[in-house]
């Protein structure tokens, strides 16, 4: 079991790697001052986790973990096999689009063997042996052949473009584009109804666990990318769990988050933002966000002389 301060060490050393001073300003009794400051704080994270993260669930891409106490008591991979399976085949429409992009745009950047090696991947009999062997169902595996058809029919016409020194059509682009939309959405469901099911049903087991205490005032970290970030699917299945309505309370999302450590360490941060934001400003919420955004705000409204970059 990992207890709460191994976990944390390394992530509040990263913390405060950054505040390492600048040269010119090493001897400056303010940045001495500030330096030592940081690190209270840093203290105060872990002191504020320890008695408040009691119930942590952390859900990253592939998995997710549950702490009690600071130990981590249990971890399950949340990815099942048919996500990947409709996850792969859609990256193939993903994957020609931006190969048509870089055609259209760079096309020095194009190795016609990489073109042909795509070509020989989709029309390798084994690809479409994998799917009739896959745990699909026949509507699903119809619906994966249609997607590998049409995006051999397009490699096809990108193979033409490329060898005769031929531009891409947008139009060309933009028709496989739609007509596989469907497709592709209708294996998004399949997917991210799997994976939700297979989420709930640990969550169910993991909520009967006599350690678990019922995941009573449970705290959930969601580990993704920037993109996802809005509507995230994670996000909203905690949310009709939790009854939280809003991200910051006891459902965090972090973008960019690498492992458990800067997980935990995010939770920590929350946790001591509000209690700083419910002490100084009677608002809950204020640290969530920029502490000088009211400052800006205002000077903003009397600034005139700001460079225009609107076009």
Not at 79 to 89: A, D, G, M, S
Not at 131 to 157: G, H, N, W, Y
Request: aromatic share 4%; charged share 25%; net charge neutral.
């Amino acid at each position: 079991m990992k207890t709460l301060g191994a976990v944390l060490g390394a992530a509040l050393s990263a913390q405060l790697a950054y505040i390492a001073l600048p040269s010119a300003f090493a001897g400056d009794a303010s940045c001495r001052l500030n330096q030592e400051l940081r690190s209270i704080y840093a203290k105060s994270k872990t002191s504020d986790l320890q008695v408040e993260g009691k119930i942590i669930i952390v859900c990253m891409a592939d998995k997710m973990m549950l702490f009690v106490d600071g130990a981590k008591i249990a971890e399950a991979s949340t990815v099942p096999e048919i996500y990947t399976e409709l996850k792969n085949i859609d990256h193939i429409a993903l994957g020609l689009h931006s190969l048509a992009r870089v055609m259209q745009q760079s096309p020095s950047l194009i190795d016609h063997n990489q073109i042909e090696s795509l070509q020989k991947a989709l029309t390798d009999s084994s690809l479409m042996s994998d799917i009739d062997a896959s745990k699909l169902s026949p509507q699903q595996k119809e619906r994966q052949k249609k997607i590998v058809d049409r995006s051999l029919t397009f490699i096809q016409d990108l193979i033409v473009c490329e060898s005769n020194k031929l531009p891409l059509k947008s139009q060309q682009l933009i028709t496989y584009c739609r007509t596989l939309k469907p497709l592709l959405m209708a294996n998004a469901f399949d997917a991210v109804a799997a994976q939700l099911d297979l989420q709930n049903n640990i969550l169910a087991g993991w909520k009967n666990r006599a350690d678990a205490r019922g995941l009573k005032g449970v705290m959930v970290v969601i580990a993704s990318g920037h993109m996802p970030r809005d509507r995230n699917a994670s996000m909203q299945m905690f949310e009709k769990m939790m009854g939280e309505s809003r991200e910051g309370g006891r459902l965090i999302y972090g973008e960019g988050l690498s492992d458990e450590k800067a997980a935990l360490d995010l939770v920590a941060t929350h946790i001591t933002d509000r209690h700083i934001a419910r002490d100084f400003f009677a608002d809950d919420w204020r640290m969530h966000r920029d502490l000088l955004s009211d400052a800006a705000s205002a000077y903003l409204s009397k600034k005139r002389d700001l460079i225009d970059l609107k076009n």
